[in-house]
């Protein structure tokens, strides 16, 4: 079984630049998440999609971060204008559902930074 | 607001021995408890998940405790490998009424050396 394939791996953009993640989840899962995890923190949720709505946008700060996810399946994240403070790795992850019993499979990560 | 604190942020043992990893946690109703091992470089791999119903799993040389009136949890290995060497991330999930979601909150994790 594919995982969760993401892309591009390393991104080094100057600050002010725009630059998109895209983030393809395991075939089936109907809840997709990006999460945020900056060096030495645990991973923070940016954004939950379960099929193609959004369920939880609470923490995306949304004046310069979007995300979508058409037809429910691939997603992409993007950041315009970046800063400095958005260098992090960008970890997108799928489950089933979001149901107690499911779990969370993580990508291998978008890791930008921002200089 | 739900916090998941992890103790010790850093723990370096040598090969063999048997540790003890904490999480603890600050809203007692959660939905499940995750233990997760992150590679240098890498995602996230999911170890363990316990049920807020259940009181522990186990999985090889892993064994992950709940607590859930006391806010905490352990995940425990027996017989430390150097390949054992990683980050370990606890994790909790909390129902939020709000959304008809659930969102999972993670601690800081606690980097683990094991020295052959």
């Known amino acids: 079984e594919a995982g969760v394939a993401q892309s591009p791996r390393y991104k080094i953009i100057e600050k002010r630049q725009s630059v998109a993640f895209w983030c393809n989840p395991i075939?089936?899962?109907?809840?997709l998440y990006w999460y945020q995890q900056i060096l030495g923190q645990g991973p923070k949720l940016l954004i939950q999609?379960?099929?193609?709505?959004?369920?939880?946008d609470s923490q995306l700060p949304k004046d310069r971060f979007s995300a979508e996810r058409l037809k429910g399946v691939d997603s992409t994240l993007k950041i315009q204008p970046a800063k400095l403070e958005d260098s992090a790795v960008y970890l997108c992850?799928?489950?089933?559902?979001?149901?107690?019993?499911?779990?969370?499979?993580f990508g291998e990560g978008s890791w930008l930074t921002v200089v | 607001k739900q916090e998941v604190t992890q103790i010790p942020a850093a723990l370096s043992v040598p090969e063999g021995e048997n540790l003890v990893l904490n999480c603890s946690f600050t809203?007692?109703?959660?939905?499940?408890l995750q233990w997760f091992r992150q590679d240098p470089g890498k995602g996230l791999t999911s170890l363990l998940l316990?049920?807020?119903?259940?009181r522990e799993q186990t999985s090889g040389r892993l064994n992950a405790s709940l607590d859930k009136s006391s806010g905490r949890s352990t995940l425990y290995i027996a017989a430390s490998q150097p390949g054992d060497s990683a980050t370990y991330l606890c994790?909790?999930?909390?129902?939020?009424?709000?959304?008809?979601?659930?969102?999972?909150?993670f601690g800081e994790g606690t980097q683990l050396t094991v020295n052959p």
């Open positions: 992850a799928s489950s089933p559902g979001h149901g107690p019993g499911n779990t969370i499979y």
């Open positions: 075939s089936g899962h109907a809840t």
């Open positions: 999609f379960q099929n193609n709505g959004v369920v939880d």
């Open positions: 809203d007692s109703a959660i939905y499940n």
């Open positions: 316990i049920q807020s119903s259940q």
């Open positions: 994790a909790v999930k909390v129902l939020r009424e709000e959304t008809s979601g659930s969102r999972l909150t």
